[in-house]
């Protein structure tokens, strides 16, 4: 329904609300008019996200993955840490952690979905199993 600002006048002039209140009234419902279009659209360009079996399944592989980076980190850590020396681990494990960071954080800011940040997770989750299967396949 569109109401102009002649309908708001007729209204005045039988009495259903005051002269001095028909601009303020006129410029509440343009704008609510305009925040309702926008919404509209935003709803448009940025369906709902899909819930169900998919999100369960892509979290519990990034909990999985974590838990194996856990997993395969301390076997890394003990075997490592005898090798360098713990200070040197620390500061590695601080570039890993630093660089993880700073990518998932690069992804975040251009926009990137959640399904490549997952995959990120998984794949820096990854490294310390392949850089403990490259130490068995060498020894």
Sequence with gaps: MT???DDLVAAAAAGLLQYRQVDPLLVYLLQRDITA????????????????LHTVLSFLLAVLAVVTAAMFGVLFSSRTAHAMGNSAWAVLLFLYLAGGMALVAWFRKRGYGARIRLLLAV???????????????SA
């Design 3 to 5: 109401i102009r600002r």
């Design 37 to 52: 279009k926008r919404q509209a659209m935003l709803d448009q360009a940025h369906p709902r996200q899909y819930k169900g």
């Design 123 to 137: 794949v820096m989750a990854s490294v310390p199993l392949a850089v403990v299967a490259l130490q068995q396949v």
